[in-house]
């Protein structure tokens, strides 16, 4: 049956690309339906999982040449995308941190702290990551809290026994860092990418600063809704996991903790590089004001990593660095594949306009304006960057949206703000967001759950972006002169 599914998934793919660009139903140039049609190709096998994901995020090197969409040199510039840096960094830190026992004990401490039961460890996720996710990237903060996630699960599944279910808890434990790490990054304008990006363009276009504030009293609440509807989605209906406060968890976790001892000369000198990049990623752009370097997060990541294959362990049994080649072996190199195909897709995409033509249609279809545009300006956003990265797709889109809004005359924040919180809001593919992406290489998810909450959690945003946005907005900010 494996077979039959594969072969299906396969035979499905082409067949849709061939009617797509056969019929062109959009009426599309030769080119620009091509694109679609390949999209709709990959698409379909990372869906129906007909092929290995990483696989599919290969085919653009054949076939985009191979159409003459875009050459092979520049298809392979998107596999050598910044941010694929920035995971790997990310990566080889959280490799360092599990090789030398670091993250148990990190794990150990947190599940002391908020209690052995199932749903007060996802609790205790939720808030620590959302509160980092605030003023950390949310790629960071995923980065720092999935070795912790990984060692968590191992511990609670060594300490339960009864009729609990690890598969779930897993899952859940999984999710909720990439989701949380996603919803609370929107609270802040430098919580996530594309907020940045959007408040630089409307700086840049219409002279005009958001405030940090405004920004907070909008968005923190719709930050918070999706936290608390992420919490009991997660833990009431979809992966409930009956694990019980147990008072022998307690006590085996306390007494190995003990039984850890001090901190080891290598998990300080992992501890100390951890901490260093946590820090660098936070005050980044303090830094940056001094006017002595410039730095952004993938040369931090990427410092880290190198900080790591030059220190030495400082264990008389292991006489050798943090980290050395060896060790990569573990790392989730097919996610990096993953991410380059998502970008080369995308820039596709874009060469040929058909992001250009999205948002011509979507003027059209809106006729005046109103309520009814923001709800089409957010579905669309947000289902785009299932597929897209978020932060192209802001930078793409958002000239779009304030095109739009000036012809309808309308406060271009009304469109550009939900645009741009959707835009981190996708929860339904692993190319959605970076922190969907690496909580994927765990291995705990499988695509179809992470589908499942993802749509629903895509919903619920839409229903609360456009709300607040609607709503709150004109009551906080006066409209943007033009």
Known sequence: MNWLKQWGGIVLGIVLALLIYITNPFGLETKAVTVLALAALMITWWVTEALPMPVVALTPLVLFPLFQINSIKQVASGYSDSVIFLFMGGFMIGMAIEKWNLHRRIALTIVNITGTSGNKIVLGFIVATGLLSMWLSNTATTMMMFPIAVSVISVVQENQSGNVNYKNFAASIMLVIAYASNFAGISTIIGT????????????????????????????????????????????????????????????????????????????????????????????????????????????????????????????????????????????????????????????????????????????????????????????????????????????????????????????????????????????????????????????????????????????????????CWYVVPMLIPPISK
């Not at 005009?208 to 909008?218: E, N, S």
């Not at 030495?312 to 060790?327: A, F, H, I, N, Y």
């Not at 874009?350 to 809106?366: N, P, R, Y």
């Not at 597929?387 to 012809?407: C, E, K, L, T, Y």
């Open 193 to 468: 990418p594309p907020n940045v990006a959007f408040a630089g363009f409307i700086s840049d276009k219409y002279n005009y600063d958001i405030q940090f504030v405004d920004w907070m009293l909008i968005c923190m609440p719709i930050s918070i809704l999706l936290l608390t509807a992420l919490y009991f989605l997660s833990t009431r209906i979809l992966f409930p996991n009956n694990i019980k406060a147990n008072p022998q968890t307690k006590l085996v976790i306390k007494s190995e903790l003990a039984a850890l001892g001090k901190l080891s000369k290598a998990e300080k000198r992992v501890m100390i590089i951890f901490c260093t990049t946590a820090a660098l990623w936070i005050f980044k752009d303090l830094i940056n004001k001094l006017g002595i370097v410039r730095l952004d997060d993938t040369m931090i990541a990427v410092a880290g990593a190198l900080a790591l294959f030059i220190s030495p362990s400082g264990m008389k049994e292991k006489d050798t660095q943090l980290l050395v080649w060896e060790d990569t072996t573990k790392m989730a190199w097919g996610i990096l594949l993953l991410f380059g195909g998502g970008i080369a897709l995308a820039s596709a995409l874009e060469s040929v306009g058909l992001i250009e033509a999205l948002g011509k249609w979507v003027a059209d279809f809106s006729g005046g304006g109103g309520i009814m545009l923001v709800i089409l300006i957010t579905v669309i956003s947000i289902f785009i960057s299932e597929v897209m990265s978020n932060i192209a797709q802001v930078i793409v889109f958002a000239p779009v949206v304030a095109g739009i809004s000036d012809a309808l005359d309308m406060n271009p924040l009304l469109l550009g703000l939900p645009m741009t919180l959707a835009a981190s809001c996708a929860s339904m593919m692993p190319m959605g967001t970076p922190p969907n992406a690496i909580v994927f290489a765990s291995g705990h998810i499988r695509l179809k759950q992470m589908v499942v909450t993802g749509f629903i959690m895509n919903i619920v945003s839409i229903v609360l972006i456009v709300l607040f």
